[in-house]
């Protein structure tokens, strides 16, 4: 059962030390997954390595390193001269925040490293982060853009205005 009322807020030092924590968590995440990644798909163990393999790698750490910058300059805490924290950076664990979408890259391709080492088809699961980009755009920008005048409701609703504001000038 959720608490009732307002949620409380967090302080920013609760936010700065979560947010390393969240960092610290990632980068767990995505060494590990690049470890096992790279163990699988040694020449001396492997004779399945090719190009494909190595150029995949890199891409994903172009991705993941690329997320993970982004969300460490996102937490970057300001302190004081004196050594005080000023603040405490954007929280990480914000729910609807770019963060998350972030954090969503970063776990889908460290799925997709691991996975790659069964089948080079798990790959091709990749492709769920452009769809979902594709998903959103629609959703939030586009959708809402297209279908802005078609809706009656809110065509009344200037109408009613209008007729209010004509019997208000016709009283006086």
């Known amino acids: ?81 004196d050594g005080s924290l000023m603040d405490g950076g954007i929280d990480l664990n914000m729910e609807q925040g770019i963060a998350e979408h972030l954090k969503d890259v970063i776990l889908l391709t460290c799925i997709v490293l691991i996975l790659s080492c069964i089948s080079t088809y798990f790959w091709f699961l990749w492709l769920l982060a452009p769809a979902r980009a594709v998903y959103m755009l629609w959703q939030h920008v586009l959708r809402p853009w297209l279908t802005a005048g078609s809706d009656p409701q809110q065509q009344e609703a200037p109408d009613k205005k209008q007729r209010k504001i004509e019997r208000r000038q016709k009283r006086s």
């Not at 959720?2 to 610290?24: H, M, S, V």
Request: hydrophobic residues 45%; glycine residues 4%.
């Open 1 to 81: 059962m959720p608490p009732k009322g307002k949620q409380g807020t967090k302080g920013q030092k609760q936010i700065a030390e979560e947010n390393r924590e969240a960092l610290r968590f990632y980068f767990r995440v995505m060494l590990g997954s690049t470890v096992i990644y790279v163990l699988r798909h040694l020449p001396i163990l492997s004779n399945s390595s090719s190009f494909w393999t190595w150029s995949l790698l890199v891409c994903a750490l172009a991705v993941n390193v690329c997320s993970y910058l982004a969300m460490s300059s996102m937490a970057r805490a300001l302190y004081a001269p």
